[in-house]
């Protein structure tokens, strides 16, 4: 128990204790360290800052992938590829580089859409510019998407 006394002081009588106070915290008879240590530390992954942060880069992902559905519909009514879309965009390693899964319709050759996909590349990056309020274009890498069985014929 933490005691604070009062100490008045009179030129006669000396040095008198007027009243004793209790301030502060009490300890409690029984105190684990190790316990109270485990609840003031934060588990990996629990942290708010870390989970805002990959908010934002899921909802930057998904701008990405907007910008990119609306390019490729545009590229694919005008060339004729059909359905080509974006199925998922993730970072790789970080949002400066951005990982495009594409899902290629069964009629057109994989290798070919993205062969072209390649050669348009800049131009939709621009567009992914134009569509996002960042400093920097993401550089985009285009990968087909698998299909439930987890790999194409």
């Not at 105190?31 to 909802?59: C, I, M, V, W």
């Not at 062969?115 to 400093?135: D, F, G, H």
Request: with cysteine; glycine share 6%; hydrophobic share 35%.
């Amino acid at each position: 128990m933490y005691e604070r006394a009062v100490v008045s002081v009179c030129a006669n009588q000396g040095v008198s204790i007027l009243k004793h106070r209790n301030r502060g915290l009490r300890k409690p008879h029984f105190y684990d360290s190790e316990f109270t240590e485990a609840l003031r530390e934060t588990p990996p992954g629990d942290n708010s800052h870390q989970g805002q942060l990959e908010r934002k880069t899921r909802q930057y992902c998904r701008q990405v992938q907007r910008a990119l559905n609306l390019a490729l519909a545009e590229v694919c009514a005008r060339d004729g590829w059909g359905d080509v879309f974006v199925e998922e965009v993730s970072p790789a390693p970080d949002c400066g580089r951005l990982l495009v899964c594409v899902a290629v319709p069964p009629e057109c050759a994989i290798e070919e859409a993205l062969r072209s996909l390649r050669e348009i590349a800049p131009s939709l990056r621009a567009e992914v510019a134009a569509a996002i309020t960042r400093k920097r274009a993401p550089e985009l890498y285009f990968v087909p998407a698998c299909e439930e069985g987890g790999e194409y014929e």
